[in-house]
């Protein structure tokens, strides 16, 4: 017994991450990079709703999003995510929107919102897009809610 602790007291004396203060500086960042790595992706996808439904302010004008609520210059957006381009009832489409073939998954969203023109060319919906990625994050979890 006695001798194992010795061993281990031995050890410890010894141990260049234990003795060095560069080393376990060194060793400590890397450890604080490996966390903050690893929870980057998981903070992009779990939007905050609360501030989605501020960052939702942008749409108003143009998008009422209330269950059986009205459709505005733009479809209404309750039940948005998961159902097809271009099927609001009493909403008039343009062409491009209609036929997209795209299904509002989060991703496509993402993708829509991030550059309206570019996901489906020639949609009518005026809006240049959200840069920031967290807005949009925050923003696709408020519409997440909406159902
Ligand atoms: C200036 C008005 C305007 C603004 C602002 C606007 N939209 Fe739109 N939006 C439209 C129009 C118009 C359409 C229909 C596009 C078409 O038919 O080509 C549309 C379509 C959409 C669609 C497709 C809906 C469907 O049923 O297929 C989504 C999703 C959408 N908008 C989300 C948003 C969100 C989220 C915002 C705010 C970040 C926003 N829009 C801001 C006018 C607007």
Redesign the pocket.
């Known amino acids: 017994m006695t001798k194992s602790i010795d061993t281990y007291a031995k050890h410890t004396e010894v141990d260049p991450m234990v003795r060095s203060p560069r080393l376990s500086l060194a060793r400590g960042l890397s450890l604080a990079l490996a966390l903050l790595l690893w929870n980057a992706p998981h903070a992009f996808a779990a939007g905050d709703a609360a501030k989605g439904a501020d960052?939702?302010k942008?749409?108003t004008?143009?998008?009422n999003a209330d269950k059986d609520g009205p459709n505005r210059?733009?479809?209404n957006?309750f039940g948005?995510v998961g159902?097809?381009?271009?099927?609001?009832s009493g909403?008039?489409?343009?062409t491009?929107?209609?036929a997209s073939g795209?299904t509002?998954t989060e991703a496509n969203?993402t993708d829509?919102?991030t550059d309206?023109k570019k996901k489906?060319p020639a949609?009518?919906?005026?809006?240049a897009g959200?840069s920031d990625a967290s807005q949009l994050a925050d923003?696709i979890a408020y519409?997440n809610t909406l159902k």
């Open positions: 960052v939702f942008r749409c004008i143009c998008h210059i733009g479809p957006l948005v159902r097809a381009a271009g099927t609001v909403y008039s489409y343009s491009a929107m209609k795209v509002w969203l829509y919102l309206p489906v949609n009518k919906m005026s809006f959200i923003l519409l």
